[in-house]
């Protein structure tokens, strides 16, 4: 059996029973969005650093927070954290459009040509502070948030749909839990997927920068 076979059984396992979310991370090649010293270790299931002293999220989380998204074909994403753009590539496949913010422009020069090579043409890329969102677009049909946060910043209640979806990490600056938050007419119904460990959210309603 191949690396991306045994992952997938693997994430079986733990819980991942959407097909399409499962199909999605077939067909998107992790060794891409790593750097060389690292693409033999595609296809185990552990974070792995990346530049500017960031991370490719594990495969099962990366896996969970799609899953917990629940996206259609029409849905339009907003991802917070734009990174390797593995993340970003796999909602591609499982939506109409994404609309990726990343605060570390080298980082989201590199996740560009990576799409451009996957010929990946739903995807809109933004730089700047992702904990304001980006208003220009929204309202959207889910948020997902690769960083982590005190609280859930107000700008994503204001930009997501009613009934909205949004996951994102949300707890101190070592360990948080995993949030699945659906949007009502005046605050969150919130629950918790897992516990976690996400780099800072850096903004101006997240982290301050030291």
């Not at 991802?79 to 499982?94: F, H, K």
């Not at 992702?130 to 609280?151: K, M, N």
Request: overall charge negative; glycine content about 8%.
């Amino acid at each position: 059996m191949d690396q991306i076979q045994q992952l997938i059984e693997i994430l079986g396992r733990q819980g991942i029973h959407d097909e399409r979310v499962l199909l999605a991370i077939q067909n998107v090649p992790r060794e891409l969005f790593l750097p060389e010293n690292l693409k033999s270790h595609a296809y185990e299931n552990r974070a792995l650093p990346i530049d500017c002293d960031q991370t490719i999220s594990q495969p099962y989380i990366v896996a969970l927070m799609t899953q917990a998204l629940q996206l259609q074909p029409t849905d339009r994403v907003l991802e917070i954290g734009t990174g390797s753009g593995y993340q970003t590539a796999i909602l591609s496949q499982l939506c109409h459009t994404v609309y990726t913010v990343e605060r570390w422009e080298a980082l989201g020069q590199i996740a560009q040509e990576r799409f451009l090579q996957l010929q990946l043409s739903n995807i809109e890329t933004a730089f700047g502070d992702g904990t304001l969102g980006w208003p220009e677009h929204a309202p959207y049909d889910a948020i997902i948030v690769t960083a982590a946060t005190p609280s859930i910043p107000a700008a994503y209640f204001q930009q997501l749909t009613s009934g909205g979806r949004l996951v994102i990490p949300v707890g101190g600056s070592d360990i948080q839990e995993l949030t699945l938050a659906i949007r009502g007419e005046v605050d969150w119904t919130c629950s918790t997927l897992c516990g976690c460990r996400f780099v800072k959210l850096i903004g101006e309603q997240g982290w301050q920068e030291t």
